[in-house]
T-cell receptor
Framework: DTGVSQNPRHKITKRGQNVTFRCDPI?????LYWYRQTLGQGPEFLTY????????KSRLLSDRFSAERPKGSFSTLEIQRTEQGDSAMYLC???????????????FGPGTRLLVL | GEDVEQSLFLSVREGDSSVINCTYT??????LYWYKQEPGAGLQLLTY?????DMKQDQRLTVLLNKKDKHLSLRIADTQTGDSAIYFC????????????FGRGTSLIVHP
């Protein structure tokens, strides 16, 4: 297993266009998270899945953002009608979920850097 | 609400110890974390501590928790140039998702 992978690593788009990012978690990790990180800030939580169910969404996740994890494996994050303020690094992380509910380590991918012109 | 504060920069000489400090506001924090981020990479979990612990040591890393003052520190012994990175403090609250809230990160610069 090579860890969490994200594609593309970089994306430049024009304002108003739609973009989609993909995250492949570590195999058999139940939980998958999306974060946004802007320059000089820590990651901010966007949403997370447990298997295919989207369990929580941040208020940062506007109506233009949608995430899916249709088969409980990879996930996609789509941003519609991109705005310049969407420019950021989008990070994905995955973690296993133990039977006791004990917090397991989140493993982060390298991120997708989005630039909206 | 949750708020995590860190100083933004720290510069040390190679071989010295580094101490990165963090304060948090939520007294119900259950887990406190230190992550490392190298340029162009995702975050790597270095260590974490439960809120009922005072100290945790892992090789060159020592985490100290002062729960009364809501203060967390990370000490890196014998700092190397490879330790140059951004270090994030994070906290999570017991009850469901354990999603961490991150600070803004401290840039550690190690010079020869």
């Amino acid at each position: 297993d090579t860890g969490v992978s994200q594609n593309p690593r970089h994306k430049i788009t024009k304002r108003g266009q739609n973009v989609t990012f993909r995250c492949d978690p570590i195999s058999e990790h139940n939980r998958l998270y999306w974060y946004r990180q802007t320059l000089g800030q820590g990651p901010e939580f966007l949403t997370y899945f447990q298997n295919e169910a989207q369990l929580e969404k941040s208020r940062l996740l506007s109506d233009r953002f949608s995430a899916e994890r249709p088969k409980g494996s990879f996930s996609t994050l789509e941003i519609q009608r991109t705005e310049q303020g969407d420019s950021a690094m989008y990070l994905c992380a995955s973690s296993p979920l133990s039977g006791t509910g004990f917090q397991e380590t989140q493993y982060f991918g390298p991120g997708t850097r989005l630039l909206v012109l | 609400g949750e708020d995590v504060e860190q100083s933004l920069f720290l510069s040390v000489r190679e071989g010295d110890s580094s101490v990165i400090n963090c304060t948090y506001t939520d007294s119900s924090s259950t887990y406190l974390y230190w992550y490392k981020q190298e340029p162009g990479a995702g975050l790597q979990l270095l260590t974490y501590i439960f809120s009922n612990m005072d100290m945790k040591q892992d090789q060159r890393l020592t985490v100290l928790l002062n729960k009364k003052d809501k203060h967390l520190s990370l000490r890196i012994a014998d700092t190397q140039t490879g330790d140059s990175a951004i270090y994030f403090c994070a906290e999570s609250i017991q009850g469901g998702s354990y999603i961490p809230t991150f600070g803004r990160g401290t840039s550690l610069i190690v010079h020869p």
